[in-house]
Antibody, heavy 117, light 107 residues
């Protein structure tokens, strides 16, 4: 069974940093692109970042480019999201997602991030 | 960026009925449209991709159609477990973008 488990969420002040982790199991991690998708309270889904299976290429929307960094450790079956210069609009539940052909075919339960002073 | 407009935002129906949800893209995305189901306490589920291809495990009462800019998710003979929130997502180009969601409730 495919499982994606996010950790590292919490309350953080504006301008500070936070790093999310996602441990994957039930599939061969290094065969798949991975991504992060978020959902602000009461809002829809927003794609945040993607990374190729080797980690050699990464992709971001303009809303987080230059502030967020996606990375992975294939030896540890772990995906990361480093979030810097956090803003109130980054408050959301962040989902770790497995990506195939730019489609999210498996989702984690999510990690809640609140940016507030 | 490709804007995805989903309608209706809210839909009430009874078990056994059929419903359709629309998703319109601001420009052509060929057939690269996915549908997801969101339910409380469960992880999001991919239902359909490439417009009409059912993901493994998706019941056959779900179907997707469309190409270019106009797409439809149809659920025939609603089951109690189908009442959920549905999102569309274009997977034609980055940035990947989602519709705003349709909440399907029991009438």
């Amino acid at each position: 069974e495919v499982q994606l488990v996010e950790t590292g969420g919490g309350l953080v002040q504006p301008g500070r940093s936070l790093k999310l982790s996602c441990v994957a199991s039930g599939f061969t991690f290094n065969n798949y692109w991975m991504s992060w998708t978020r959902q602000a309270p009461g809002k829809g889904l927003e794609w945040v970042a993607s990374i190729t299976n080797s980690g050699g290429s990464t992709y971001y929307p303009d809303s987080v480019k230059g502030r967020f960094t996606i990375s992975r450790d294939n030896a540890q079956n772990t995906l990361y999201l480093q979030m810097n210069s956090l803003r109130s609009e980054d408050t959301a539940t962040y989902y770790c997602t497995r990506e195939q052909l730019w489609v999210m075919d498996a989702w984690g339960q999510g990690a809640s991030v609140t940016v507030s002073s | 960026d490709v804007q995805m407009t989903q309608s209706p935002s809210y839909l009430a129906a009874s078990p056994g009925e059929s419903v359709s949800i629309s998703c319109k893209a601001s420009k052509s995305i060929n057939t690269y449209l996915a549908w997801y189901q969101e339910k409380p306490g469960k992880t999001n589920k991919l239902l359909i991709y490439s417009g009409s291809t059912l993901q493994s495990g998706t019941p056959s009462r779900f179907s997707g159609s469309g190409s270019g800019t106009d797409f439809t998710l149809t659920i025939r003979s609603l089951e109690p477990e189908d009442f959920a929130v549905y999102y569309c997502q274009q997977h034609n180009e980055y940035p990947l973008t989602f519709g705003s969601g349709t909440k399907l409730e029991i009438k």
